[in-house]
């Protein structure tokens, strides 16, 4: 190797602050081996030690590390030489595997609408896609629309040349004076419509919401810490707070728009408004992950439908994190009945060993123009799509043994974890989720009589210090959600063991009497 190769490896170039903040407690350990629910480093005297991962990839592996079918057909793939890239080409194994999720989504929802399928890399990839592909089909609805109250100008042009009186509200709508003339008034109505055609969308979210982090996606994301740098950059969205069903219908109404147009009726040329399309698409998370584990409540799930009928807005469903039977049911969306119109997938859909996600948009709402606009280099690959393919062999395996699992080993792990809340109610604040899906959130520490733990919390380092304090002391891989940072998930894999269980329940009781004696010397690691 030259010496400059040697020096650069040297330096920490790939995200060295990060790191920093990693190593300040004891979080930046390099894993060399995964395997089911486990992660192992090698310590300094060369011994391999486990940890037990509750994060599982932030919720892609309902499998576990390197499940060994999944393993097995990765081998076969690469032994057969299937062919990872293979653009512009027939994809059966593609549409395969959209098949056999369109049969999931006919069981779970109970409609046979087919959806179509578009594929992609990550999850903020898929939520981009479904963007991209809403903004396409509402960019059309949009020129429908004008060009609906253009023809009843035309049809008004006639009748005014004809001595058809102009109803005085036809100038008041235009801002202008009786006096100014039908022309002036149509291209008045006419630039206004054109100029609000050309309005980029406004999107919904809920608050606490996470959908990801790219230039789109993260305007999504409620979070403002990773929002606000970028506003600049992409569409507007309004978010709305889940249960405030007054606050939604108001959000509703301030971005309403009309198009105006020109009618004729009794002789005379009358206004008219119609609706303009103005909502790029309603997202929803069935299950709030980074929000702090939320299942939505399925009435308020019931009036984000109305609003999506009501507007014309899609129901864009992201089912990222919490689909793939994660909470009992492949779809968690299925569980409260709210079918959306978009459904995005990527995580374990990548069964731990691919990169994969994919959008999945009703046949009533699917653009195929789309397809010969938005592609990706890695996207819809072999790999990819027959590990996907696997994946959904195993769930769905013994009339879908594996969602029973999810449900009953999180309902197990749950029971435990409220055992803990009961025991350590000034510390615990609540347990939420479903099935492998759960958020177990800590009492506000900022005020701790231990002013070592108080500042850590003020700081934000709260969670990171019980991450670290986790693995130092009980070799368990506990995160908090990005932006609830109290609230630390659990998401293992459905091979979750009672051992496994029992370790869990005991480090979790152990962080809780470190908390309510407020010991941060142990808990800093600085004892
Ligand atoms: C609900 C949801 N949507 C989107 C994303 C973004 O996925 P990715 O990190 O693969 O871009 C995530 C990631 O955690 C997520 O939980």
Redesign the pocket.
Known sequence: MSSSVVDAVELELAEPYLREVLGSVGLDVEYVRAAGNSLFFIDSGGAEVEVLDLACG???LILGHHHPAVVQRAKELLDAQIPVHAQFSRHPYANELAGVLNRILTREFGESEPYSAIFGN??????EISIKHAELDRGIRVAEAVAEVEAGLNEAAAAAAAGARIDAAVFAAAGLPVSAGFDAVASAITERNAALAARGPVFLALHG??????VG?IQL?HNEGYRTPFTRLASRCRFVTVGDVIGLWQIVEEERQVLHGLTVTDGAVRLTERDLPVFGGFFV?PI???AGIRVLPAEFGTEIGKVCEHTGAPLIM?????GMGRSGAFFASSKIGLRGDYI?L??SLGGGVA?N?VMLVRGERYRRDFELVHSSTFAKDAFSCHIGLKVLELLEADGGAAYRKAAERGATLRSRIEAIRDDFKDVVLEIRGDGLMLGFEFQDQSTSASAKIAETAQAGFFGFAVAGYALRTHRLRLFQT?SAMNTFRLEPSIDLTDAEIDRIEAGLRDICSLLRAGDGDRLLGTA
């Open positions: 932030f919720g892609s990550s999850g903020a990839e898929a939520v919401g996470f959908h990801g982090k790219l996606s994301t998370e709030q992950g980074e992201d089912e990222i994190q919490s995005l990527a995580k990169k996600a990005a």
